[in-house]
Nanobody, 125 residues
Framework: QLQLVESGGGLVQPGGSLRLSCVAS????????IGWFRQAPGKEREGVSA????????NYADSVKGRFTISRDNAKNTVYLQMNSLKPEDTAVYYC??????????????????WGQGTQVTVSS
């Protein structure tokens, strides 16, 4: 059973940076695309970014393009989300999730099978 654990969240000022990590255990990540999602209070969960199993393809929500970068190191069973130029509207709980299917790039949360517990990101002065 694949298990995912996120880390790296915290409080940061607007314009600052954070790097989130998603570490897998129980199975190799080699066959899974990984997505990052976020949910702010009172809002629906939204897809932020995703990366294919090999790392050769990525996708980003328009709201984070040019500011966030997703990457993975399969040897470490880890996926990263580098977040730069953070804005208050980026404040949310961030989750990573794994998908074995071919439509991972759509960032539809119901298609992702395994989820981490989330890490809080707060952007505030």
């Amino acid at each position: 059973q694949l298990q995912l654990v996120e880390s790296g969240g915290g409080l940061v000022q607007p314009g600052g940076s954070l790097r989130l990590s998603c570490v897998a255990s129980g199975s190799t990540l080699d066959y899974y695309a990984i997505g990052w999602f976020r949910q702010a209070p009172g809002k629906e969960r939204e897809g932020v970014s995703a990366i294919s199993a090999t790392g050769g393809s990525t996708n980003y929500a328009d709201s984070v393009k040019g500011r966030f970068t997703i990457s993975r190191d399969n040897a470490k069973n880890t996926v990263y989300l580098q977040m730069n130029s953070l804005k208050p509207e980026d404040t949310a709980v961030y989750y990573c999730a794994a998908d074995k299917g071919p439509t991972w790039y759509r960032l539809w949360s119901h298609e992702y099978d395994y989820w981490g517990q989330g890490t809080q990101v707060t952007v505030s002065s």
